[in-house]
């Protein structure tokens, strides 16, 4: 019933920057509050950031004022500035997506995750 697809990801110098996207698709209904996940080898998923679909966000304190999650809600997408990059930011980034009708959740769904590698 969703569809999710990633964009984004790679290979960057510490101290860099890249941007993630996640563009979200649904015939019938609503896509509500995104997010961004992390998850790195031997280690347990972690909440990235998250915003509504008023745009109210969240973040976790280890990324904030280096990461900014928004969207743009014509096209269902989210997105991951992510500046001064280090290495401990290394993993598989997953986008999700929440499918809404009206103000009642539904499901939440997942994109395929993408990774990101930060040289040191």
């Known amino acids: 019933q969703v569809q999710l697809v990633e964009s984004g990801g790679g290979l960057v110098q510490a101290g860099g920057s890249l941007r993630l996207s996640c563009a979200a698709s649904?015939?019938?209904?609503?896509?509500?509050?995104m997010g961004w996940y992390r998850q790195a080898p031997g280690k347990q998923r972690e909440l990235v950031a998250t915003?509504?679909?008023?745009?109210?966000?969240t973040s976790t304190d280890s990324v904030k004022g280096r990461f900014t999650i928004s969207r743009d809600n014509a096209k269902n997408t989210v997105y991951l500035q992510m500046n001064s990059l280090k290495a401990e930011d290394t993993a598989v980034y997953s986008c999700?997506?929440?499918?809404?009708?009206?103000?009642?959740?539904?499901?939440?769904?997942w994109g395929q995750g993408t990774q990101v590698t930060v040289s040191s």
């Open positions: 649904t015939s019938i209904f609503s896509i509500g509050a």
């Open positions: 915003i509504t679909s008023d745009g109210k966000t």
């Open positions: 999700n997506a929440e499918l809404v009708a009206g103000r009642m959740k539904l499901n939440d769904y």
